[in-house]
Nanobody, 126 residues
Framework: QLQLVESGGGLVQTGGSLRLACTAS????????IGWFRQAPGKERDGISC????????NYLTSVEGRFTISRDKSKHTVYLEMDSLKPEDTAVYYC???????????????????WGQGTQVTVSS
């Protein structure tokens, strides 16, 4: 059972930066594709980025492309989401997630993830 934990959220001003981290217990996330999601109050959860297990393939939501960077450090068993040029509309709870089943090492084309962290709050003040 993969148990994911996010960290690094906080309060930042518009234009600032934060780096979120996703780590795991119970198993190593090194073998899994990892996705980052966010959910703002009253809104649906959106997938914003994903990285495959090798780190060679990534994808981004259009609205964050060029501002957010996903990466992974296999030696630290950690996946990062570097967020730059933050805007108030980036305010949300951010989650990392991993797929299961066959192909868990690739970002799922159907957007289905099995394992979820508890989330970390990111607040961008104007």
């Amino acid at each position: 059972q993969l148990q994911l934990v996010e960290s690094g959220g906080g309060l930042v001003q518009t234009g600032g930066s934060l780096r979120l981290a996703c780590t795991a217990s119970g198993s190593s996330l090194a073998w899994y594709a990892i996705g980052w999601f966010r959910q703002a109050p009253g809104k649906e959860r959106d997938g914003i980025s994903c990285i495959d297990s090798s780190g060679g393939r990534t994808n981004y939501l259009t609205s964050v492309e060029g501002r957010f960077t996903i990466s992974r450090d296999k030696s630290k068993h950690t996946v990062y989401l570097e967020m730059d040029s933050l805007k108030p509309e980036d305010t949300a709870v951010y989650y990392c997630a991993a797929p299961s089943g066959y192909g868990y090492w690739e970002c799922p084309s159907d957007g289905k993830y099995t394992y979820w962290g508890q989330g970390t709050q990111v607040t961008v003040s104007s």
